[in-house]
């Protein structure tokens, strides 16, 4: 049974001052727009609505005014959101990460923010102050130096003259230092070269001494060493990653790009190797429990066991218990081991088709958290109670230690239900599996009742050859078995959020926000086009989905479905609650996978403190730095997601280098002044149309139906369309493809075409320059 609550508060901020600003306010009312623009511009740590509501006195009917205030900056583009706060659109957000390129005039440092959108112009500099101690630390702040990534809290600049933003460093994300990527290149009778994958790079010359084993063409690891004043910049190679013709050399490009961690310091794996399995102390025995591991036929470490049965209760007829188990990474992972600051260096595991760079060393992710079969593991587990109507009526955290009655793969565990069982699922169909299914059917009508947003966005998995080359592009099929995992954990998640809430421990929530005001009036204009319509107001998920529902099965399906996902908000994590918009839930925080995922460990840890259930839980610490915490593994995560793209972005171009010339069945997935994107659907893949390379006309670029039509010919394309290309340039390091259009365009309606001369909004010449890749969302 759980312990009594110690009832730890996290620190409470102290009160703001006054604002000061260039004009006058009445304290308690709310400021004119002027005045919150200059207050949340000069203040940036504190541009949350709490915090303006707290700094302007602000309070009961005066924070409706303020949010009302706020919300119409928003939608007259004055504002936009960033995390919690609020921000001028192009700012920094409070607490950034940035990479430190040169000094200025003085010897100051100067940085830029790590990752920029290409539409966004030039990434702004920041001036670094080096500061002798963080709001929370008596210890000095680590010094920073060229070449280091920060994370940063960003502050306005007041003198004039120079970068618009200051910083002051809250910690240097590690990695090693001069290291990069280039092609070397052998000459003849002299030193090798260094050439540059990046743009910006600089050739390197390599003296015979420090070439090894390298080969013309071979993508190196590098490490620039002092060089004199004259001749080129020196640099020594360290490791041999592959052939530039090799796909094994297109993920450490994003690796080194992105600054991931990826090798692990001696002290990390040091502690992890003289980790031990746990003891029973302070943990309840459930090792007679049938749990079973459901995972992926190819997956290395299994971090969740399920099991269900029915609810004898006779105060809950045809009701359902659910018990979810997750490996107990907090009891192994203490709070500021090397362990742990390692695990928060990286954020989360990124998965590339050829490798995983993980969050944990396998001695814990592979070994002592994952829950083998047959073998004795410590786990947080959650039981769950489910009415026959898909309610969750209770919930329960335990700390136990438990033992995997089998390790099963999603397609095994499907075709055992569907009536094919093998050897192994055999015998556990009637005990395990069915009573599991029912469950699962239970948890659906719930689901059902709570319309989460149904985006229908196949993913795209890439399966090597025994070479580590694109053997083929495939859609795995979406079974049930992958359905009852997700909503179980799903479940489990809402239920950590709850009882951490309730109990008024602090955590980071996993958030999800509506849709902005701009967003919903582009994906409005669109679906006019289609006389389709989107409610306004306070949208929920399910107005979305009745828009969905509607173009199911119509040619333009996936065209709808791509721009439902372009006008999401992205998913992060705070600590203070907005509820999740997409899967429409009012609680919601990560617990299922702390092997991968830092925020989860933050909240088994905030569990292990909150319920009493022994070591490892989160320190008063923690809890003072969980703005910071969620802010660097936000950031991460993206970085995770920029990563694993582009390596799929250069994996397929490198795949099709020896295809220029062939033609191929694409589909317009993006539509700009500049030319069209067009995917390729056999192959996940997409390339850029040149607005130059379309014919012989001139073409008008209409923004409310995402298409260009010929101002001449009355042909164009829309978003959507299905398309003949032909490839005419691969470039594998860059993962660019480039296409010519060889079917002809379709005949756009008379109005499209009439909204260039009549300027409606929405329509503009288009131009003939190169374009940016259209966002992406994800859920």
Known sequence: MPRANDKRQSAKKTAGTPPATSKAIIHGAVPSREILLEFIQDNPDRASKREIAKAFGLKGDTRIELKAALRALEDDGLLEKSRKSLIRPGALPPVTVLDITMRDSSGELIARPAE??????????VLVRQSSGGERSKTKAPIAGIGDRIVAKIFPNKERGGPAYTARVIKIIDKRKNAGLGVFRALEGSAGRIMPIEKRGNELEVDPDFVGDAKDGDLVEIESIRSGRFGLPRAKILSVIGSVASEKAISMIAIHAHGIPYIFPDSVLREADAAGPADMKNREDWRHLPLVTIDPADAKDHDDAVYAEPDTSPDNPGGVIVVVAIADVSYYVRPQSALDREALKRGNSVYFPDRVVPMLPERISNDLCSLKQGVDRPALAVRMVFSKEGRKASHTFHRIMMKSAAKL?????????????????????????????????????????????????PERKILLDADGKVDRVVVPDRLDAHKLIEEMMIQANVSAAETLEKRKQSLIYRIHDAPSMAKQEVLRNFLGTLDMSLAHG??????????????????????????????????????????????????????????????????????????????????????????????????????????????????????????IGQEFDGRVSGVTRSGLFVSLPAYGADGFVPISTIGNDYYIYDEAHQSISGERSGLGYRLGDAVRVKLVEAAPLAGALRFEITSEGRQMPVAMRSFHKSGKRGSQPARKTPGTRPPRGRR
């Open 116 to 125: 920029w959108p290409e539409d966004g112009g030039v990434a702004p500099a």
């Open 409 to 457: 793969a999603y397609q095994q565990a499907q075709s055992a239900i569907d009536g094919a069982p093998d050897d192994q699922t055999g015998p556990l169909v009637e005990p395990i599996l069915k009573p599991l299914w029912d469950a699962y059917a239970i948890l659906k009508a719930g689901r059902s009742k709570r319309q989460p947003l149904e985006l229908d966005m």
């Open 538 to 659: 306070n949208l929920r998920s399910n107005h979305f989905n009745q828009i969905l529902e509607k173009v199911d099965g119509k040619p333009f399906q996936i065209m709808v479905n791509e721009m439902v996902l372009r006008s999401q908000s992205q998913a992060i994590y705070s600590p203070e609650n907005i509820g999740h918009f997409g899967l429409n839930l009012f609680k919601y925080a990560h617990f299922t996978s702390p092997i991968r995922r830092y925020a989860d460990l933050i909240v088994h840890r905030a569990l292990v403190a909150t319920l009493g259930l022994g070591t490892g839980g989160l320190t008063m610490e923690e809890e003072a730095a969980l703005d910071d915490i969620a802010a660097e593994i936000s950031t991460f995560e993206r970085r995770a997601m920029a990563a694993e793209r582009e390596t799929v972005d250069r994996l397929i171009a490198h795949h099709l280098v020896g295809r």
